[in-house]
């Protein structure tokens, strides 16, 4: 694929905050390679989920634009980028977002029944990828019965869901141990080489970079090249 998973130009975001402007982001300007490992870093505040929630067409940048897979998300309508993240985008959090009425398959299962598939179609598929990572055992359990690496391993099944391009992780291993850490780690990377995911990571663990095909890091509202 010629074009970049994103290439992103001039893009500027800022918050009013009791009357004063917090200017985040400053004309940012990158690209992310298809099948390419992003790593973001920079100190807590500094705009690095900001950044990824408007690639994610969660959040609205104020000046510039985004361009995914060559189509410009800034001007994509509400549906348009809904029909984006569902179909090309897998979201992995770090507080782990799962929904504690359901249980781990039903968390999984979820973008799928959002995409309107075939009941049938999407357990098959989530019981795979619980085998895949290891969780096939926690099928019935709910949230609060889980660890933090079951929860994340739960979290990183529901983004492979509808089988994304592109996956986005906010501080994917914030909440968890060392151990957990790495496991999660080996996951993505497993991702990036053998199903060809282009990966764009936000941490503020400089040693994760080590995972990453190029690192960036933002400071005072810049995004510099590692």
């Keep these: 694929m010629d074009q970049p998973a994103y290439k992103v130009s001039s893009l500027s975001k800022t918050y009013s905050i009791s009357e004063k402007q917090i200017s985040v982001l400053q004309e940012i300007d990158f690209q992310v390679p298809v099948n390419q490992w992003i790593a973001i ?68 299962m979820l973008p799928g029944r959002l995409a309107k598939k075939e009941l049938k179609i999407i357990k098959n598929r989530a019981l795979d990828l619980m085998k895949i990572l290891e969780i096939e055992n926690r099928v019935h359990h709910r949230p609060t019965e889980l660890s933090g690496g079951e929860q994340q391993r739960i979290a990183i099944a529901r983004a492979l869901m509808n089988q994304p391009d592109i996956i986005l992780a906010d501080e994917p291993t914030g909440n968890l141990d060392n151990k957990n850490s790495i496991a999660i780690m080996n996951i ?39």
């Design 41 to 108: 870093t920079g100190q807590s505040g500094c705009g690095k989920t900001t950044l990824l929630r408007i690639l994610g067409a969660l959040d609205k940048s104020d000046t510039g634009t985004i361009e995914c897979f060559g189509e410009d998300v800034t001007q994509m309508t509400i549906n348009q980028k809904a029909g984006l993240r569902r179909n090309k985008i897998g979201f992995i959090f770090q507080s782990y977002q799962l929904l504690p009425e359901l249980n781990a398959l039903e968390n999984i």
């Design 188 to 226: 993505l990377e497993d991702l990036k080489v053998h199903e060809q995911k282009t990966i764009v990571m936000v941490t503020h663990n400089i040693n994760l970079t080590d995972y990453a095909d190029k690192s960036y890091h933002i400071e005072a509202g810049s995004l510099v090249e590692h």
